[in-house]
């Protein structure tokens, strides 16, 4: 699975408006100057993030977009499904049903169902809240943090034995 340009960009799109938004519209070239993204660009990210009901566009002198519910409310898996064909790390397991011929057969099919498992989890376990007040490491929910601790612990370099 790779999160396209696209999926990138729709987040940090909506982490900026939460983060800035406090209930009110924000000019989409307020957030493109902010983030460093064309306007263009993000004039066709927001609207599948409209289409998806997760944004509304308000005109007029203090329009702009806001947000649709609490940030606390939306995952990133809600704001990633708007903009990606699919979350899955294999195509068999990109529709509700699989319907590939071998999967009676597949011995790697449940190593990818549980890999598929644990990346919706994890997207759905990180609201937008979580990325707006810890930005991109934050690690908001228990089983979210161990892994987050692992991983660091894992990253650490182990000190030098002195002679």
């Known amino acids: 699975m790779i999160i396209s340009t696209k999926g990138r960009y729709a987040l940090r799109f909506m982490?900026?408006?939460a983060s800035h938004g406090d209930d009110a519209c924000i000019n989409l070239k307020e957030i493109a100057a902010r983030q460093e993204i064309s306007v263009k660009y993000l004039e066709q990210i927001v609207i599948r993030l409209?289409?998806?009901d997760l944004l509304v566009s308000v005109r007029g002198a203090h329009g702009g977009y806001c947000l649709t519910r609490k940030a606390?409310?939306?995952?990133?898996?809600?704001i990633l499904a708007?903009?990606?064909?699919?979350?899955?790390?294999v195509a068999c397991l990109s529709t509700p049903e699989n319907n590939c011929p071998l999967r009676e057969k597949c011995t790697t099919l449940p190593f990818w169902e549980k890999l598929n498992d644990l990346v919706l989890g994890y997207l759905s376990s990180t609201t937008l809240e979580d990325l707006a007040k810890g930005g991109?490491?934050?690690c908001p929910t228990k089983k979210a943090r161990r892994a987050c601790s692992t991983k660091k612990k894992a990253a650490k370099p182990k000190?030098?034995?002195?002679?």
């Open 159 to 163: 000190a030098a034995k002195e002679a």
């Open 136 to 138: 991109a490491d934050a």
């Open 50 to 52: 409209c289409q998806a």
């Open 15 to 17: 982490i900026d408006l």
């Open 82 to 89: 708007a903009t990606e064909c699919s979350l899955s790390p």
């Open 72 to 78: 606390k409310e939306y995952t990133v898996a809600d």
